[in-house]
């Protein structure tokens, strides 16, 4: 069974129904950071402000979020990922929650013992994601 790590922005592409390959729930368990819950709830409330999303679209997507991270394993920010996170490798060229992002799926990759596939949308991450050893889904580069 594999297993995929998610961030934000694959997240976010199935929530939104965006075109493009997307992760799905019924392929297998899913593995998060705390991040994805965040980035995810902030993007849904800047949609919203910026006329995006109505009232009522915004009501609908927070119910469907809330059901898509409970369907999710999802990590703390740990001393061991903020280590991994701060360290100066391939992962310092991307932004700091990115790092964390790539620095979480790292770990969890070491903790389980069927692979994983790390799912983003964002070229960046998904260079350090691929400098790291993950196997990368969502985007290529």
């Known amino acids: 069974m594999t297993h995929r ?3 934000s922005s694959a997240l976010l592409r199935l929530l939104l129904g965006e075109p493009g390959e997307t992760i799905r729930l019924d392929d297998g368990p899913i593995h998060a950071s705390i991040l994805a ?8 409330y800047r949609a919203h402000a910026l006329g995006r999303l109505s009232d009522r ?3 609908i997507k927070l119910g469907e979020l809330e059901r898509l991270l409970s ?3 999802v990590y703390m920010l740990t001393p ?3 280590a991994l996170a701060r ?3 391939a992962i310092a060229t991307v932004r700091s929650l990115d790092a964390i992002h790539v620095a979480t799926a790292c770990l969890v990759a070491r903790h389980l013992p069927a692979p994983v596939e ?3 949308h964002d070229e960046r ?3 350090a994601a691929l400098s790291l050893g993950l196997t990368l889904r969502g985007v290529s580069v």
């Not at 819950?37 to 849904?44: F, G, K, Q, S």
């Open 71 to 73: 369907a999710l394993t």
């Open 87 to 89: 360290a100066p490798h």
């Open 80 to 82: 061991e990922v903020v």
């Open 37 to 44: 819950d965040i980035e995810c709830h902030r993007a849904m």
């Open 125 to 127: 991450q998904a260079t």
């Open 5 to 7: 790590f998610s961030d």
């Open 118 to 120: 790390f799912w983003t």
């Open 57 to 59: 679209e915004l009501a």
